[in-house]
């Protein structure tokens, strides 16, 4: 359902992918897989993100089909709940390529965005400036969140919107 490479993937051959039965992780490129500490009964996960200093901060997060976002600090080994309500499954999680200390994190759940400029301290929902009638139901950063990249929201008439990114300044996971 969700897929994520290390983005020292050259390097480490570290790679996720989130499955109806729960998380598992490769450390050879994807020729095996061996499930992470993800509790089963949370599962399926839908989404995946990634930190972009993931090969010295092990930072890992997790969206679920109905029991929110989990963030993990040890490579996938341990788990916590974050404290944000989504109401709903978490479809993409998008955190900027930035500076480690200043991450911004994006949430598609439901039909919904969240956003963080806090590392996921605190959220406030975002409203872009979207047609009548859609419904989000797909989001894309495909040059990242850094600078002015554009953000990519599709709707499920299958339109897809270019819109900016709402900036302000970040913080750590927490």
């Known amino acids: 359902l969700s897929l994520v ?3 020292a993937f050259g390097q480490d051959e570290t790679a ?3 499955t109806e ?3 598992f992780r490769s450390t050879n490129g994807g020729r095996a897989w061996r499930e992470t500490g993800f509790p089963a009964e949370l599962a399926p996960v839908v989404s995946l993100a990634i930190s972009p200093s993931f090969r ?6 997790a969206g679920t089909e109905s029991s929110g976002i989990y963030c ?14 989504v109401g709903g499954a978490v479809n993409r999680i998008l955190v900027t390529t930035g500076d480690p200390a200043t991450f911004e994190l994006m949430v598609l759940a ?7 400029h806090s590392g996921g301290n605190s959220w406030d929902e975002w409203r872009p400036d979207m047609p009548p ?4 139901t797909a989001a894309a950063a495909p040059l990242g969140l850094a600078g002015e990249a554009p953000l990519l929201l599709g709707c499920a008439d ?8 709402p900036r302000k300044g970040g913080a750590t996971c927490a």
């Not at 010295?56 to 997060?61: A, E, F, K, V, Y």
């Not at 439901?110 to 963080?116: A, I, N, P």
């Open 56 to 61: 010295h901060d092990g930072l890992l997060w």
């Open 133 to 136: 009638g859609c419904t989000l």
């Open 21 to 23: 039965s729960g998380l």
């Open 110 to 116: 439901g039909d919904g965005l969240l956003v963080s």
């Open 5 to 7: 490479l290390s983005p």
């Open 158 to 165: 299958g339109s897809v919107h270019r819109v900016s990114w």
């Open 16 to 18: 996720f992918a989130g």
């Open 72 to 85: 993990s600090r040890d490579v996938g080994l341990t788990w916590t709940r974050w404290g944000i309500d």
